[in-house]
Each structure stands twice: as structure tokens, then as C-alpha cells.
């Protein structure tokens, strides 16, 4: 109970922290202009049929770097602040406070979605109609759970590399093609198609573009592989932390301020 | 009853590649009784940090054990963290883009605090360190002594009875040092124990009740402040005032003394070498009508200085 109080309060910090540092909020500025580039390219190549695609990518987009970047520099900003040292001396762990956070600046990064439909309407005339609105839902909510799963393991990973920056840069491009962002997985090479499985975006833009068109039959299976892989990562996520917090004690990586 | 904290046989080396290990403590055994305010004194790279380290928790000794009122601070370490309160020193640690109350409900809840008893507490310690009227205001506008409170407030927020503070009134003006002080004075009033590591050796002096002195890692001295001087041995010092520093030279002729230095203006410090050769210096000096002169042990910081050397710039 006191964990998921802490979570909470960790929600409520970075609610604090974003309303005052614009530079989080800088994926709702990129996302207009993704979507105005995508939909432009599927206009004028008369590609109506690719016009849910352009809307649903810069979302996605949205969600993974929000994950990618924001999240990734929780605790390594932390511990230069030198906030590091009396969190891990307090009883609650690491890894749910790093969850919280996390939660909130992926929430942050699914307003992306929101501002795409919004670009293709008022910008374009292009109404995208949803046509199973329930199963949107659904998805959006599901893909936002294993986004916030999925940072908190980005996170701990970023933490543990010695190349944070390399990583942070150079994971953005795999996952949007892994994960069918930019191309439905269908139109990949067959032998990528076991890597993106283990995708959770992979299985969200599949379910997201399904909603959209009111053909996703056998919805219970992508969800199911969303929710897993999302859980398996924070599972992960969590464990990697505790090993950073463990390994820091052990080694006298923990600075006083 | 426990003892506050108790080390055994404590060590710690920090493995540096391929470079030799760093002995930074070896075979500390200490122990602070409860309600004391301990000072833990040393040079830069003395061990001082890191046993405040190991005891807070964030960092695993090496060998040896520690316990926190009773608690293994390894094998017990969810326990010991709600004991402890950790207070560092400095500018950073706190969530500068927040206000001074939004910090202590963040921290208030990684104490397992419910948030009604989190703003309970944080309003009253905001009001106990004098940061009332600044609850709502952004840390980062905050002077260094104001941060220092509140520094303070957090490490109280869960009403820990073991505090640790790591260099508090460091850079603090000597008013907010001296407000720091009092209120640890007021919180040990209410049965709190404290360890205080420290460079400052007049804080040392007025709040701690005993003081060890640490060096590479190794305990030179552990008593009773007010006795401190005695482990300088039989050495003794007599300090009188008198205007003309031929007085002065002529004291450093004899041979009971074996230093005389300038205090402040007409204030000198003559040390002798025991109690026999402090009677002749008050003898001598009330023959040349010296008429304030008295005997005295060896100050903190001149133990403090005879124990660490000429070690002051190296590490």
C-alpha cells in the first residue's frame, strides 16, 4: 500500500516538475509537424487508404519517446541534482518511484495522439472516423501501460549503460520500423518479423489501425501481447533497478550531494 | 538498552580497477550512546563520509558489522531506514523547481507517510525551521541556510531517532549556522541522537557531547569533548592577556614551555609541558603583574591539529 502511495506521489512530482519544464513537453511540439510531413506524403501520393497510418504513427512516436528520452533521464538527473543518495536511503524502493514518474511523462507523450487527429481534421479536412471507438480505447490505454512498463526498463537500462546518450539516440528508428510504426510489420522483410513479436508497438499499431478500420476480429490475442510484453518489461524494469541501487551500495557509486 | 549505533570491526575498501584498493575504513569499532550528539572529525578522505555512508545504508562495508538501535544496517536495512534520518549538506538534493512543500510531500511518502500525516508534519517542521512563509515558494529561490532547513525539515519528516548530518552549516553565514545549531540542540532536547560529521571544529565544540577523530580510515581518538584535550598527554597551555609581547619572549625562554602563539590582540596561549610547568608560568607571569591568566587543557582544535599534522592538503 505505501508502495503505490509512493507511486502516486511519484505521479504527482513529475506533474509538478513537467508543468514547470517546458523541454517535456516538447514531443507535443514535434508531433504536429510529423503528422503534417505524413499526411502530405499520403495526399499527394493519392494514398487515402494510408491516411489512419500518418495519424496513428506520430502517436506512437509520441509515446516512444517519451519513454526513450524523458524517462530514460529520471534517475540519472536525480542523482546529479544529488537526490539520488536519500532516495535509496529511504525505505520505499527505487524502481515504483522511477514507475510513477515515468507513468506520467508516458501520459504526457500519449496527448500525441490527440493533436495528430487533431492536425488531419482542422489541417487537412481529413476526419478520421474510428470505427470500433470502444476497441480504440482499449488499445490506447493498453499501449500506455506497456509504454510505462517498457520505460521504467529503458530507464534502468539508460542508468545501468556507460553509453546512455548512444543508446538514447540510436533506439528511436529499430523500434519505429520493429515496432510497425512507420510501415505496417506485413510490409517487412518476413525474417524481421519474429523481432517485432517481442514489439509491444508492434501489436499496439496493429490494434490501433484495426480499431480505426472496425476489422479487428481477434482482438483478446494482440492485447494480451501488449499487457505481457509491457508487464515482462516493468518486471524486468524493476529487477534491473534494484540490481543499479544494489550494485551502487556495493561498489560506492552512491555520492553524497 | 542498545546503544544509538554500535560498529564492530568496521571496513570498507573501495577495488579500483587495476590500481590498489583504498582502505577507507579499517577496523572501526564505535559506539554513541542514545540522546548524544556525537562529532565524527577528520581530514578530507578520513572515512568520515563513508561510515555516515554505511550507516545511512547506501553503501555495504566491506567487512566487520554495524547496527543502528539495535539493527543490523545490512541485514536489517528496511528497519534501520525508518530510524534514520539523513541530512547532507550543500545546495543540491532537493527539487528546485518545487516548492519547499511539495518537496516534503514527495519525500514524506518514500517514508511509507500517509499524505494527510505528510502535510501534518511537513506544515509544522516548515514552521519549526522557519520556512513557514515560504512554503509555497520555488527551492531554487532559496539562500543556502534556507535550503539548509530544509534539508533539515526532511530528514525529520518521518521523525526519525537517529540523524545524521553531513557537513550541515557548511557555507552557511554565521547567524543561520548558529540558528542550525540550536534547533539540533532542540531536537536532541527531545531525545534524539545525532551524529554530526564535520570540519568546523568550534560547532564541534558547542554541540557535541563526545567526538572521535578519524584518519585514513582509523580511529585516533574517541571521548568526552570537554576532556579531548587530555590526549595530548601532559601537555597543558595557560592563556593570560597583556599588552606588550616582550612578556611573550620572555615566556619562550623558559623551560617549562615549550610554545607561546598570539590568540587575538593582547591574548597569548603559552603550552607547557605538564601541570608543574603551568604553576611556574602563573607564577612567572603574576610577578610581572599579568593580572588575567589561566590554566586550560589543549582545545579541540589544537588535539585535532596534532593528531591529523601536516596531513591538512594531502589525501
Given amino acids: ?257 | 538498552m542498545e546503544a544509538a549505533v554500535h560498529t564492530s570491526g568496521l571496513r570498507r575498501v573501495y577495488r579500483r580497477g587495476r590500481k590498489d584498493p583504498v582502505v577507507a575504513l579499517d577496523d572501526l569499532t564505535l559506539t554513541i550512546e542514545r540522546n548524544e550528539i556525537h562529532g565524527l572529525l577528520g581530514p578530507n578522505g578520513a572515512g568520515k563520509t563513508t561510515l555516515v555512508k554505511i550507516l545511512s545504508t547506501v553503501l555495504l562495508p566491506s567487512g566487520g558489522s554495524a547496527r543502528i538501535l539495535g539493527h543490523d544496517v545490512v541485514a536489517d536495512t528496511r528497519d534501520v531506514r525508518s530510524l534514520i534520518g539523513l541530512v547532507l549538506g550543500g545546495d543540491r538534493g532537493l527539487y528546485d523547481r518545487l516548492s519547499a512543500r511539495r518537496n516534503l510531500l514527495f519525500w514524506g511518502a518514500l517514508y511509507r507517510l500517509d499524505a494527510r500525516t505528510t502535510r501534518e508534519r511537513a506544515d509544522a517542521l516548515l514552521e519549526r525551521v522557519g520556512l513557514a512563509e515560504r512554503a509555497d515558494d520555488r527551492v531554487e529561490r532559496f539562500s543556502r541556510g534556507m535550503r539548509q532547513r530544509l534539508h533539515l525539515a526532511r530528514g525529520l519528516l518521518h521523525e526519525p531517532r537517529m540523524l545524521f548530518l553531513d557537513e550541515p552549516t557548511s557555507g552557511l553565514d554565521p547567524v543561520a549556522a548558529g540558528a542550525f545549531r540550536r534547533l539540533v540542540l532542540d531536537l536532541r532536547a527531545e531525545g534524539r541522537t545525532f551524529l554530526l560529521a564535520t570540519h568546523d571544529m568550534d560547532e564541534a565544540t558547542a554541540l557535541c557531547d563526545r567526538v572521535t577523530l578519524i584518519d585514513r580510515g582509523r580511529m585516533l581518538l574517541s571521548a568526552d569533548t570537554a576532556r579531548v584535550g587530555r590526549f595530548l598527554g601532559e601537555r597543558e597551555c595557560v592563556d593570560f592577556t597583556h599588552p606588550d609581547p616582550s612578556v611573550a619572549e620572555g615566556l619562550a625562554l623558559l623551560p617549562d614551555v615549550t610554545g607561546v602563539e598570539r590568540r587575538d590582540g593582547a591574548a597569548w596561549r603559552v603550552h607547557t609541558a605538564g601541570r608543574d610547568g603551568s604553576r611556574r608560568v602563573l607564577g612567572w607571569l603574576l610577578d610581572r603583574d599579568v593580572l588575567t591568566a589561566r590554566r586550560g587543557e589543549p582545545s579541540l582544535e589544537e588535539v585535532y591539529l596534532r593528531a591529523v599534522g601536516d596531513r591538512g592538503m594531502r589525501v
Fill in chain 1, 1 to 257: 500500500m505505501s508502495t503505490l502511495r509512493a507511486m502516486w506521489r511519484a505521479v504527482l512530482l513529475q506533474v509538478a516538475l513537467s508543468r514547470r519544464a517546458p523541454e517535456h513537453a516538447l514531443i507535443l511540439l514535434i508531433a504536429p509537424m510529423q503528422t503534417t510531413t505524413m499526411l502530405a506524403l499520403t495526399v499527394t501520393s493519392h494514398r487515402p487508404d494510408a491516411v489512419a497510418n500518418a495519424v496513428l504513427a506520430p502517436g506512437l512516436i509520441g509515446l516512444w519517446v517519451a519513454a526513450l528520452d524523458h524517462a530514460g533521464r529520471i534517475v540519472p538527473e536525480d542523482r546529479w541534482a544529488g537526490r539520488f543518495t536519500p532516495m535509496i536511503a529511504a525505505p520505499v524502493p527505487l524502481g515504483p518511484v522511477v514507475a510513477g514518474r515515468v507513468a506520467m511523462v508516458v501520459l504526457v507523450g500519449a496527448a500525441a495522439f490527440a493533436e495528430s487527429w487533431l492536425v488531419a481534421a482542422l489541417g487537412f479536412g481529413r476526419v478520421v472516423a474510428v470505427a470500433d471507438p470502444a476497441l480504440f480505447a482499449v488499445a490506447v490505454a493498453v499501449t500506455c501501460l506497456a509504454t510505462i512498463g517498457t520505460a521504467t526498463l529503458l530507464s534502468a537500462v539508460l542508468v545501468v549503460s556507460r553509453a546512455r546518450d548512444v543508446l538514447q539516440n540510436s533506439l528511436g528508428y529499430p523500434f519505429y520500423i520493429l515496432g510497425g510504426i512507420l510501415v505496417p510489420v506485413a510490409a517487412l522483410p518476413g525474417w524481421l518479423h519474429p523481432f517485432s513479436r517481442v514489439v509491444f508497438l508492434s501489436w499496439s499499431a496493429e490494434l490501433l489501425r484495426g480499431a480505426v478500420r472496425g476489422d479487428a476480429d481477434a482482438w483478446f490475442r494482440p492485447v494480451a501481447a501488449i499487457l505481457g510484453l509491457g508487464a515482462a518489461a516493468m518486471a524486468a524494469g524493476l529487477w534491473l533497478t534494484r540490481r543499479y541501487v544494489d550494485r551502487s551500495r556495493r561498489e560506492g557509486m552512491v555520492e553524497f550531494a
